[in-house]
């Protein structure tokens, strides 16, 4: 799915890297279809000296690292006191209340799971998405939010990395509360970055994570398969 799962394989069971096709895969034929329908934010919707941040992923799941993430916001309040974070995905209202991500004065919205439609204007209606992972094979939100043309900016955790650096969708940053706010403050302070980053994504997403460019890499390789296939078999023969 990604150079960082190629990189494992390679280095787990003695496979030459050259020997792995790397296949990221797109985000569903369901999501594209309903981003396909609606058009992105604009700017004219966020107040002056604010963020609209988003968060994809289960916070219970201590590899998404939303301790980081909350600590991270935190940081960027006491810059942008206006900023916002919205959490989509599962939680358990246990982890809220231990969080604190509920306390009223935090500006941090839990909105659970979503629809696809849903989910799709969550992308389209934000600034930036975090990662806060501490590790991904792959990241499929990164690519959903490259196509809704959504600036990432996402911790050392594997899977994005490749893709934020062939794409110029975002940023990669430390596994620390101040890397991953800084990052965060730098973006959205600077109007050209921001929709540089945004169109950057669009373009990468639409030349390399669609699903018809998917389609024609499995083929290819399908085809590269077979051909060795026969080739071997007339070598036995």
């Given at each position: 799915?990604?150079?960082y799962?190629?990189?494992l394989?390679?280095?787990q ?7 792995v096709e790397?296949l ?5 034929i369901?999501f594209?279809s309903a ?9 004219s919707?966020r107040a002056a000296?604010?963020a609209?941040?988003?968060?994809v ?17 935190r940081?960027?309040r006491?810059v942008?006191?206006d ?12 982890w809220?209340?231990r969080?604190g991500?509920?306390h ?10 979503l629809?696809?439609a ?5 992308y389209l209606?934000?600034d ?7 590790q991904e ?6 690519a959903e ?10 911790t ?6 490749g893709?934020?650096?062939?794409s110029?969708?975002g940023?990669?940053?430390d596994?620390?509360?101040h890397a ?10 600077n109007d ?9 994504a669009?373009?990468?997403a639409?030349?390399e994570?669609?699903?018809d ?5 499995v083929?290819?390789i ?7 296939g026969r ?7």
């Amino acid at each position: 799915m990604s150079e960082y799962t190629r990189a494992l394989m390679a280095s787990q069971h003695g496979i030459a890297p050259e020997d792995v096709e790397v296949l990221p895969p797109p985000p569903s034929i369901e999501f594209l279809s309903a981003l396909g329908g609606r058009a992105r934010a604009t700017e004219s919707g966020r107040a002056a000296g604010s963020a609209r941040l988003l968060f994809v992923g289960r916070v219970t799941d201590p590899r998404k690292n939303a301790a980081l993430l909350l600590e991270a916001f935190r940081a960027i309040r006491n810059v942008l006191p206006d900023a916002t974070l919205t959490i989509v995905g599962r939680y358990t209202p246990q982890w809220a209340v231990r969080s604190g991500a509920r306390h009223t004065d935090e500006r941090v919205a839990l909105v659970g799971q979503l629809s696809t439609a849903e989910l799709a204007d969550a992308y389209l209606s934000h600034d930036a998405l975090i990662v806060s992972s501490r590790q991904e094979g792959y990241g499929l939100v990164v690519a959903e939010a490259l196509h809704a043309g959504l600036p990432v900016i996402s911790t050392r955790c594997g899977g994005p990395e490749g893709i934020l650096r062939d794409s110029q969708g975002g940023a990669i940053v430390d596994h620390t509360p101040h890397a991953l706010a800084r990052a965060v403050l730098e973006l959205m302070t600077n109007d050209s970055r921001r929709t540089e980053c945004a169109r950057s994504a669009a373009a990468f997403a639409r030349r390399e994570l669609s699903f018809d460019r998917f389609a024609s890499r499995v083929a290819d390789i399908t085809r590269s398969v077979a051909g060795a296939g026969r080739r071997d078999d007339v070598a036995t023969a």
